[in-house]
């Protein structure tokens, strides 16, 4: 196949890790040369893959501006989303792209994210008001400085970056994962909510909170400024603060 | 019958693909010296319960090029100890307000340090009143 | 879901750690560089006599037990971390070499500091 190349294109090489179950055991690098122009992002590279050179590359994107969390993947070894990044960074090196870490590679560049869809419902994540509240009492009040402990943690977009930066769910999938912790913390934090007591369970458990060893690249990565690290490491002193207090408070299991 | 067959890549190694990993095994190295430390004072402890000659002997042996050479080591994963603590510090705090703004992550790491740097002038001070 | 026994070395850890962090480098100077070779602080500053009386002192018994102890099972908690980091699976053994050390360091630190007298 002839590409013509205007003198004012460049042209990146992209080596993409390939995974086709049906037809090789093991993950495989295929390298693409891709023209682009300074706008183009990582996203649009391999779209230009799949529409001129390789229609057989799977890759999951959607809203092609970092809202939808659908494109998520390993860009020279880092956690990224594709449409957020631009192929000019990387030229003239080449750009080593891999489906997301810590994730089973169903093909290509997709993952099997059950586990983490399956976690999410375990940090209730839903207000739970103190008492049934009726539609005659109105909305719910809430100040500035109130929203404002907990909306970072509203922010994110489940792309799952974190969870490919963090070593501890690399290590062992059994953890709940910033991801969810920090959804869990969004809610434990908001004013209208009063379940924390429900969710402490999660918390104070190995696959809660003390998994997490403070690595803090989960935070480094993530493209909405959540900060999960914080959200997590937050919760072990609350953890430890339920832990030691529990026999203080008038609850009626002491678990 | 389906034809998927998920794949895990191995987790070997993995410390060792970014920069990041690596400085955090660097700061979670650092417990080896701490605890290193701890036992050095448990040493001079037991040699000082058991008398005179047995002190002075633990003394002989601080004053070994050897024993200088590690303390200068130790002295360093320390001060790389107390760096990165403050570093990783703002993580395990809520959202702070002071003054009706909030306070960055970095600032408490500032103060943390600032806070290490008294805290050895303070102790230095104290054992130079306290010198013979 | 179990609740893990996690926060009890945590806060050592924690506590150990700010110690460390706040105190370490002068301690690590001043017992391992400046004294043994007297700069800044003369030799006869850990002398046998003064060191005596400093650990006879219930003050610097708390402060030796204090250090010792904090710093031991800020480390256990560290490296046991470590060795899962490490693919060192975390079993009984591991948990034991750990916190089992810290365990002996914290009752020999007890012991001698009990036997200096008071």
Avoid at chain 2, 10 to 15: A, E, F, K, L
Avoid at chain 3, 48 to 61: C, D, E, I, T, V
Avoid at chain 3, 68 to 86: E, G, N, P, Q
Avoid at chain 3, 93 to 102: D, F, H, M, N, S
Wanted: hydrophobic share 45%; aromatic share 10%.
């Amino acid at each position: 196949m002839v590409e013509s190349v205007s003198a004012l294109e460049r042209i990146i090489e992209i080596e993409v890790l390939r995974y086709r179950p049906e037809q090789e055991a093991a993950p495989v690098a295929q390298s693409y040369r891709v023209p682009f122009t300074d706008d183009m992002s990582v996203l649009q590279g391999l779209q230009y893959i799949k529409d001129h050179l390789d229609g057989t590359l799977s890759f999951r994107w959607s809203c092609r501006m970092a809202i939808c969390g659908s494109c998520g993947m390993m860009i020279n070894g880092k956690p990224q989303l594709s449409c957020q990044t631009f192929l000019r960074e990387f030229y003239p090196g080449k750009l080593r792209i891999e489906a997301l870490a810590h994730f089973p590679i169903e093909r290509d560049l997709v993952v099997g994210v059950d586990d983490f869809i399956d976690k999410l419902a375990s940090a209730k994540p839903w207000l739970i008001p103190r008492e049934p509240r009726s539609l005659e009492q109105g909305e719910y009040l809430q100040t500035p400085r109130q929203l404002e402990q907990y909306e970072q943690f509203s922010s994110c977009i489940n792309c799952l970056l974190c969870y490919a930066a963090c070593p501890q769910y690399g290590l062992d999938s059994k953890f709940t994962g910033p991801g969810v912790l920090a959804l869990l913390h969004r809610y434990n934090a908001d004013s209208r909510d009063h379940g924390r007591e429900q969710r402490m369970p999660l918390v104070n458990s190995l696959e809660g909170v003390w998994n997490c060893t403070a690595v803090g690249y989960c935070s480094e990565v993530c493209p909405k400024g959540v900060d999960p690290a914080n959200a997590v490491n937050q919760n072990k002193v609350n953890s430890a603060r339920d832990y030691f207090l529990r026999f203080l408070r008038p609850r009626a299991e002491g678990k | 019958m389906s034809a998927r067959r998920p794949y895990m890549r191995p987790m070997n190694g993995w410390w060792r693909r970014d920069p990041f990993f690596v400085r955090y095994m660097v700061r979670e190295a650092t417990a080896l010296v701490v605890a290193l430390y701890a036992v050095v004072l448990l040493a001079g402890t037991l040699c000082l319960a058991r008398g005179e000659t047995s002190w002075n002997a633990w003394l002989a042996l601080l004053r070994t090029p050897a024993s200088i050479l590690l303390h200068l080591l130790m002295l360093v994963a320390m001060i790389y100890h107390a760096y990165s603590w403050f570093e990783i510090m703002p993580k395990t705090l809520p959202v702070l307000f002071i003054g009706g703004r909030r306070v960055a992550g970095t600032t408490i790491t500032r103060v943390g340090l600032i806070a290490a740097a008294l805290a050895t002038l303070v102790t230095l001070a104290v054992a130079w009143t306290l010198r013979p | 879901m179990k609740r893990s026994g996690q926060p009890v070395f945590w806060v050592l850890f924690g506590a150990g750690g700010m110690l460390a962090a706040l105190f370490g480098p002068a301690l690590v100077f001043i017992t391992g560089i400046a004294v043994p070779l007297g700069v800044l602080l003369p030799q006869g500053f850990m002398n046998y006599s003064r060191m005596l009386s400093f650990a006879q002192h219930w003050a610097g018994k708390a402060f030796l037990l204090g250090a010792i102890t904090l710093f031991i099972w800020h480390a256990a908690h560290r490296i046991f971390h470590s060795l899962h980091d490490l693919g060192i699976h975390t079993g009984v053994v591991a948990r034991t070499l750990c916190y089992g050390g810290a365990g002996v360091v914290t009752l020999l630190a007890v012991w001698s500091l009990s036997a200096v007298g008071l």
